[in-house]
């Protein structure tokens, strides 16, 4: 039997604290479409690192029609017939079509480019992928299918055999992505094997020849489309059991207190309207990109609305920016805890009193014996683990560092509490404290909003769950002890 | 263990202290390279060769014979020969004459004492008088027998560094005085990872706005004080709204400090030049459009606040260290000097944790074109006002700050660090003007060398603490 056009087996990888492949087996046959699926995290994304070269595996093994591959750069990688491409495109926007396509490895002659010569080829590549693009525009006045177009016709100027597409339609109206289909579709023809990533399973359906189901780091199945179903995917997707790591808790609900009426930013954030309670820990679940962040950073303020308005306790509040939502009582523990949450290079009682310097500097001029006496407060409750109060919060460890931001929060005594994945890159003991703290602040009565991608966090710890998708909220689920993985995800895939 | 924890304690000092140890240790150099005689000319030196004199003679010579106190003409010389006289006296001499001018006048005194005819003991003098070839002992005995057994003394002279001396120290300071001043606010601009290229300019630009305020809004000549400070305010307000354009333009409309404040050399410099030719009817040649000549303020007395010594100290140098203070205390003890480094450190954490970012950039940038208006103000002072003022401060400035420690990446940097990193550079100008034989262009190419050895420390420094993390 010949080889298969790629095969991958026991890849392995490791960050510090993460181990994000744990042994994932893949194949690819020549002139197949392999859909490659799994939920936010499974490691999706360091597989394609990997075979990318962007990252070097721990263990296992990368074979190309049969021969060990070594590729140690992108570019290696890149010479060895495999291209990716990103969901963030790779292309010199004030370049042309042509300039792009041959960027790296243009036609010469003596170290003359041969400009004529490389349009024409460029010209060329494109009508064979059916397009009508004009190789001299600028790649920046194309649209993102266009230039996903030029991305490909670049690969295949490399000679690639595989194509790697992250996400590709994420940004895709219907007619683009039928378009780009019928592009795969080309490929198919000309034998080369296509890797498709993506989180739409009726896309997954319509375009690939095989699935493969990735869940944790490992691969958990792989079928042929024609033999599995939209239901069977998503089982494998997330059937992992529901641990027993969320801490019980009394549940005391009350009146509204954020109420939330067709907030709109457009494309991101489309009518949404919903209401979280005092006492009440609600959930915004859905797929990377489907507005879950920018819906909090719209509350907070952080981005511009469109449209819509914010209530708390029943009296509409200013969100234009973050100090007025800060001011009515509105705090966000940003995704991402390093760029937006803290001043890493700054010391823990800087980053604990920045928004707080109202109380701690009155009439401007500090009182630092205030804010520490605060500050020994807040690192007593929340048994924040510091060797000192000045020291850099970039030494603190991931777990610490969310409970120094939520330490500035508390000392805030903001009302409405938007938490953006807030155990993203924690580690399993210190999750559990932070769910603790989680749920005293909502017997305390605050509102507490989760945004979360880890559906057994959602089903752990939420009264309730709204589900997003495609910047509209397209389900609630009050009923939280009955609901399952399958029911979220499959609201969440649309 | 502790032996492999002192070359992290040396490089924590280091990191902590090094700008100030490289300043100890150029003034050290400077002092060690460049020596000149001494020669003393205090009261005290005074005295202390009466002392020496009178030691010399018993109590029957000193009744008897004269004693000659000789010195030049000027405040100095005057105080060190009454100083000399007083001892003689109380050392209970019984004759002394004194006398201080120039050297036609002291051949005149010679022939008064001659007409006493007393023999004359010694000749008490300073060595400037002293070596006057009519003041050598030869030249006396040949001149008159009263002078027979004459010694002619002066303080002792000795060795010392050129660098340390109090004269040396007060001009270095009032000399950089301006720069200094605008490091102030180019360092606050550093801090939130911005750069303010215009300073020099607006520097001229509030010289000449101060100049002509004062002689045609204020009063001209008969400027009262109130006017005068109205001259200063003008100048310093007209700094601080060049910067607070520059922050308006760089916060609403997106625009890098780097090309705001670019384009704000130009105009500032531009709007000097114009001001001064047209406005500037102290010029003569006003009719010549090249270089404007300096605005002389009509009021005298704004001449106080650059030649002004209130406790023998220049104003200059009161000033800003007063500004240093007050900037130190601005940026360490207040809510406004906190949320600088914020912005500074990441501005989009800053900005979600309600840090009123553009309000903040928009004071630093009005702030650093207040001190750059404090300046110009001084400068207006010691020159009138003047278009060509301030040219290429900026980039001493930014030498300055970046010396003291502070990143220009933004986030981190101490207001002491610029007071350092400025007499560093200044100290290292002074010094090589005094070393015999190191050329201007030699001087920019070891200046050059400097900054960019400092920020490549602090570059590894950086890297340094970081790995330690």
Redo the contacts between chains.
């Keep these: 039997m010949r080889a298969p056009l790629l095969r991958m087996s026991g890849i392995q990888k490791r960050f510090p604290g993460v181990h994000a492949l744990r042994g994932v087996d893949l194949e690819l046959a020549a002139g197949e479409v392999l859909a490659l699926v799994g939920e936010n995290g499974a490691g999706k994304s360091t597989l394609i690192k990997v075979l990318g070269a962007a990252q070097q595996p721990d263990a296992g093994s990368v074979e190309i029609d049969g021969a060990p591959l070594v590729a140690a750069t992108p570019h290696a990688a890149q010479r060895a017939g495999i291209a990716i491409i990103y969901q963030e495109l790779n292309l010199a926007g004030a370049m042309t079509v042509t300039d792009n396509i041959f960027l790296g490895h243009g036609l010469t002659r003596w170290g003359w480019v041969r400009r004529a010569a490389e349009r024409d080829a460029a010209a060329e590549l494109l009508a064979g992928l059916g397009v009508a693009i004009d190789p001299a525009a600028e790649c920046r006045t194309l649209s993102i299918a266009e230039q996903q177009v030029v991305e490909i016709a670049k690969a295949l100027s490399l000679d690639a055999r595989i194509v790697v597409m992250d996400e590709p339609t994420a940004a895709l109206s219907p007619a683009e992505v039928e378009r780009l289909f019928g592009v795969i579709g080309e490929l198919k023809q000309r034998g080369i094997g296509v890797i498709y990533v993506s989180h739409r399973l009726s896309e997954v359906l319509e375009i690939a020849d095989r699935v493969t189901v990735l869940r944790d780091g490992a691969t958990v199945g792989e079928s042929p489309i024609a033999a599995t179903s939209r239901e069977a995917i998503i089982e494998m997707m997330v059937g992992r059991k529901l641990e027993d790591e969320f801490p019980p808790r009394q549940v005391d609900i009350g009146e509204p207190r954020l109420v939330v009426d067709r907030l709109s930013r457009e494309p991101d954030v489309r009518d949404v309207s919903f209401a979280v309670r005092a006492g009440e820990i609600v959930a915004l679940t859905g797929l990377v990109g489907s507005g879950r962040t920018e819906t909090a950073r719209l509350l ?1 303020g ?1 981005d511009p609305a469109d449209a819509g308005q914010v209530s708390i306790d029943g009296q509409v509040v200013s969100t234009v ?3 007025a939502a ?2 009515a009582g509105i705090c ?1 523990l ?1 995704e991402d805890r390093k ?8 010391g823990v009682q ?1 980053n604990f ?3 707080n ?2 109380r ?2 009155p009439w ?3 009182r630092p014996a205030r804010e520490s006496t605060a500050l020994d407060n807040y690192v007593e409750q929340l048994q924040v683990r510091l060797a000192s109060r000045n020291q ?1 919060v ?2 603190l460890s991931g777990g610490n560092q969310q409970k120094v931001v939520l330490a ?1 929060w508390l000392q805030k005594n903001a009302r409405v509490i938007i938490v953006d994945e807030p155990t993203r890159g924690i580690d399993v003991g210190a999750k559990r404290e932070i769910y603790h703290l989680l749920n005293a602040l909502a017997a305390e009565g605050k509102a507490i909003l989760m945004i979360s991608s880890e559906l057994p966090e959602v089903l752990g710890m939420a009264d309730r769950i709204l589900v997003m998708h495609d910047g509209r909220i397209t389900g609630e689920i009050d009923d939280v002890a009955a609901a399952t993985q399958q029911e979220i995800m499959d609201l969440a895939v649309a | 263990m502790e032996r492999a924890a002192s070359p992290q304690k040396l490089i924590h000092f280091l990191s902590q202290f090094g700008p100030l140890v490289l300043l100890l240790l150029l003034c050290l150099f400077f002092s060690m390279i460049n020596w000149r005689e001494q020669h003393p000319r205090s009261p005290a030196a005074g005295a202390r060769l009466a002392e020496a004199i009178l030691a010399d003679f018993d109590a029957e010579a000193k009744a008897d014979a004269a004693f000659v106190v000789l010195a030049g003409h000027g405040e100095e010389d005057r105080a060190f020969a009454e100083a000399i006289e007083d001892r003689f006296r109380k050392g209970d001499a019984a004759n002394v004459s004194t006398f201080a001018g120039k050297p036609q006048e002291i051949r005149e005194f010679l022939d008064t004492v001659v007409e006493q005819d007393r023999s004359v003991a010694a000749v008490a003098t300073n060595h400037r008088t002293g070596s006057l070839s009519l003041l050598s002992e030869k030249a006396l005995r040949q001149r008159h027998e009263i002078f027979a057994d004459v010694v002619v003394r002066q303080p002792p002279s000795y060795r010392w560094p050129i660098f340390l001396t109090i004269d040396n120290f007060r001009n270095l300071l009032n000399n950089t005085a301006t720069i200094a001043i605008i490091a102030v606010g180019m360092t606050i601009v550093i801090i939130t990872a911005g750069i303010d290229l215009s300073v020099g300019s607006v520097m001229a630009l509030a010289s000449v706005m101060t100049a002509v305020s004062i002689n045609s809004w204020y009063g001209g000549a008969d400027a009262t004080t109130w006017g005068l400070y109205a001259g200063a305010a003008t100048g310093i307000a007209v700094g601080a709204l060049c910067g607070a354009f520059n922050g308006m333009v760089t916060t609403y409309l997106r625009v890098p400090p780097f090309i705001v404040t670019l384009a704000m050399l130009m105009i500032a410099r531009g709007l000097a030049f114009e001001i001064a030719t047209t406005r500037g009817f102290a010029g003569a040649g006003g009719a010549a459009r090249s270089t404007p000549e300096a605005i002389k303020i009509g009021a005298e007395a704004f001449g106080y606040l650059s030649r002004g010594r209130p406790l023998g100290i220049p104003l200059p140098i009161l000033i800003a260290l007063g500004l240093y203070i007050v900037a130190h205390l601005l940026m ?8 600088v ?2 912005v500074g ?2 501005r ?9 970012v553009f309000g903040v950039l928009i004071a630093v940038y009005a702030l650093c074109g207040a001190t750059a208006g404090l300046s110009g103000i001084l400068d207006a002072s010691l020159f009138g006002g003047r278009s060509t003022a301030g040219e290429l401060f900026e980039l001493q400035a930014i030498a300055a700050v970046v010396v003291g420690g502070t990143s220009i990446a933004g ?2 940097g101490r207001i002491s660090g610029t007071l350092v990193g400025t007499l560093i550079i200044a100290v290292i100008e002074t010094g090589l003007n005094q070393t015999q034989g190191v050329s201007p262009y030699q001087r920019q190419i070891i200046f050059g060398s400097l900054i960019l050895v400092t920020v490549v420390l602090d570059q590894l420094k950086h890297r340094y603490t ?1 790995g330690a ?1």
């Design positions: 907070f952080a920016r973050p100090r800060i001011a966000l940003t760029s937006q949450g803290l001043i890493l290079a700054h800087e009193g920045l928004p310097l109202k701690f500097a401007g001029l500090l850099r970039a030494t500035k | 360490t003890r207040t809510s406004f000097g906190r949320y480094y914020a450190g990441n989009e954490a800053a900005r979600l944790s309600g840090v009123p986030g981190e970081s993390a």
